[in-house]
Structures are given as structure tokens and as C-alpha cells.
């Protein structure tokens, strides 16, 4: 087997529009795996949040999760690695951030989506996620500051027009130390500079000790981009962003077209 591992990006990209898996995709997964092959997750996405979704698709071993910021156990639900956001770093972003009335700011905590009120943008982020908000009924920033919480991530939801006004603010505010990211066209994902996909499917391949010319990567948004970037052979899904499609090595079909499963079907017995 040519390809050792397949690290995936969940929505959009193992996921149909409708947020559902396919049988055809779940057969293509299990038959790889069933030959030796690995096929791991790396989303950004709670470990709550995908630990279901991993299930579906019969899956063990690690999964990665919050864009890089953890690597845990699917069997045992622990972490096996985790990174956190300062707290005086992530309370300096917040305040700024707080400061724009056209976005919601969300923060990941104790595996937990925590905002600082319900509204209509995080209410419908959470039922696609499939896991449930926490209100801090006070701004993140003083909240965060208050229980010296330091986040795993941080990510802002918004409209698609109000995207490229908030990533020109954020990185300025920034000055270069987090790293600023689209999943969505209406999500950002904000990280320190370092954390990423990349860097996350990295340390398994290490772990295993496999090259990254035997990894295959997939996705469809712009914060797949490090992890198409290290492996062997990056592919971005029909329906991925230009952006990510401009450094893939191929473009498949869309996610609603088995995209998983077409990957599969022409690498998985090379």
C-alpha cells in the first residue's frame, strides 16, 4: 500500500451538504482501513463533536481535533496532546474582538463551545456541529480573565461579507501571533502561530513513523491548506475554496459526489 494514512477533514469534505456520511463513503473507509490502511480526522471541530461522527464511520485510534490544537483517543477519550491559548493573550484578542458589532466570538474550553450570549449565528453553528453552547452571560474576555481559563481555540462567526474586514482587524490586532483561518465563509478560526493541521498529522506520522509521501491529505477549506502542504499527495474536494484548490495537487469531486470515496477508489491500493 502506497499510502499508509488518509487524514481528512470532516465537514465539506467527508460530510455531505445535508451533514450527513454516506454508505458509500463509510464502505470505502472501512474496506481501506480493513487493508492496513489508517484513516484519521483532523477537523476542527470539539472531540465531543466528532467523537460520534469518528463512531460512524468505525473508526479507532487518534483523531485530531480544535484545527491542530489537540490530538485525542478515540477509544479512550483522552487527549494526547493539547495546546491552550494564554490567558492574558486570549483575554487582549477577546476585548478587541468584542469591539465589532457584526460578528459572535465562540471559545473552546474544557471541550466545551462557550459564548458569551445565545443568538441566532451560534444557535445554528451548534446544531451543525451537533453539540450544545454554554452561555457565560458575561463577555468572554472577562470571563476567561476572571476563572484564568486558557483556551484552545477561539473562532468567530459572521457574515460572508463582513469576512475579509475581519481578518484585515484580526491580524492586525494580533501583531502576527495568532493565526487567522477560514472553514467557512462565515467562519474564522483563530490559533496561535505554530498550530495547525499540519503540524498536528505531522506528530502522528511521526508517531508511526511514516514519511509524508505515504500520507494522503484531504479537505475544502482554506485552514486544510498545511495539511495538503505536508503530505504527499494534498487533494481538495470539487467543492473546496479556490484557495485551497490553487495549492492542492488535485482537485476531486465534491463532497456530495463521495468525494471520500473516489479518493479511496483511485489511491487506496496503490
Known sequence: MKYKIIFSDFDGTVSRSDN?????VKAAVAEYVKKGGKFVLVTGRLFSAVRPRAAELGLHGEA???QGGGIYDL????????NSIPTDKAVFL????????YCETLCYFDDKCNCARPSEYVDYFCQICGVPYYSTDMPLSEYVEKNG????????????????????YGRSVAGG???FTRSHKSVVEILPRGINKGAAIKRICEKYGVDKSEVIALGDSENDASMLEFAGLGIAAGNAMPALKAIADEVGVTNDEDFVAWVIEKYGEM
Open 20 to 24: 450527513t456520511v454516506s454508505e458509500k
Open 64 to 66: 485530531v481535533v480544535y
Open 75 to 82: 477509544d479512550s477519550g483522552k487527549p494526547l496532546y493539547l
Open 94 to 101: 477577546l476585548k478587541a474582538l468584542e469591539k465589532l458589532d
Open 149 to 168: 481559563i486558557r483556551p484552545v481555540k477561539i473562532l468567530s462567526l459572521m457574515m460572508p461579507e463582513h469576512t475579509e474586514e475581519f481578518l484585515e
Open 177 to 179: 501571533e495568532m493565526v
